[in-house]
């Protein structure tokens, strides 16, 4: 199964550009969903402290669950934090039509029913970025598709299950 139109193009400066544009948008979404988890776990905390958290009896766990959120939610930000500084010192190369899929590569993939662009990246896997051509989807290679396409090179065919349902790829380009 071959869906690729044409041969594989060079990989250009362009494509570093666009990719650095790309990581950009990655690490403002992050950065947002960062401040937010800070922002819940603050006023979580602040709840969890509040006179009114104070337990009624002994079956009242009102202030250990907003405790366990408060904490929760610091720690989501801490991942976040450790995944924008990670991204942001990432750096990025250009990929070849012959060159094997790694991290920081933008993949063109194509199915029986559409063609979709992913991102593979050590962080912020599920975001989806618009980069103004259309959504770049980020996988990382703990995903099935980003271990799936770790290797790969252009014109590589791929199958996976997804949601019970099997699905074809075809690898139509890697910058």
């Given at each position: 199964m071959?869906?690729?139109?044409?041969?594989p193009?060079?990989?250009?400066?362009?494509?570093?550009v666009?990719?650095?544009?790309?990581?950009?948008?990655?690490?403002e979404?992050l950065?947002?969903?960062?401040?937010?988890?800070?922002?819940?776990?603050?006023?979580?905390?602040?709840?969890?402290?509040?006179?009114?958290?104070?337990?009624?009896?002994?079956?009242?766990?009102?202030?250990?669950?907003l405790?366990?959120?408060?904490?929760?939610?610091a720690?989501?930000?801490?991942?976040l934090e450790t995944?924008?500084?990670?991204?942001a010192?990432?750096?990025?190369r250009?990929?070849?039509p012959?060159d094997?899929?790694?991290l920081?590569?933008?993949?063109?993939?194509?199915?029986?029913d559409?063609?979709?662009?992913?991102?593979?990246?050590?962080?912020?896997?599920?975001?989806?970025?618009?980069d103004?051509?259309?959504?770049?989807?980020?996988?990382?290679?703990?995903?099935p598709l980003g271990?799936?396409l770790?290797?790969?090179?252009?014109g590589d065919?791929?199958?996976?299950?997804?949601?019970?349902?099997?699905r074809?790829?075809?690898?139509?380009?890697?910058?």
């Amino acid at each position: 199964m071959h869906l690729g139109q044409g041969e594989p193009r060079q990989a250009t400066l362009a494509d570093i550009v666009d990719k650095r544009l790309l990581l950009e948008k990655l690490v403002e979404k992050l950065r947002a969903e960062r401040d937010a988890a800070n922002r819940i776990a603050r006023d979580t905390a602040e709840a969890a402290n509040h006179p009114e958290a104070r337990p009624e009896n002994d079956k009242d766990t009102r202030k250990l669950e907003l405790s366990y959120l408060a904490s929760g939610q610091a720690a989501r930000a801490r991942e976040l934090e450790t995944t924008i500084a990670a991204l942001a010192a990432a750096p990025l190369r250009a990929f070849g039509p012959g060159d094997a899929i790694a991290l920081g590569a933008l993949v063109t993939l194509e199915s029986a029913d559409k063609t979709e662009r992913v991102l593979v990246c050590s962080g912020g896997g599920g975001t989806s970025i618009d980069d103004g051509e259309g959504v770049v989807r980020v996988v990382t290679p703990e995903a099935p598709l980003g271990r799936a396409l770790l290797g790969k090179t252009s014109g590589d065919e791929i199958e996976l299950v997804i949601g019970g349902k099997k699905r074809e790829f075809v690898v139509a380009g890697v910058s």
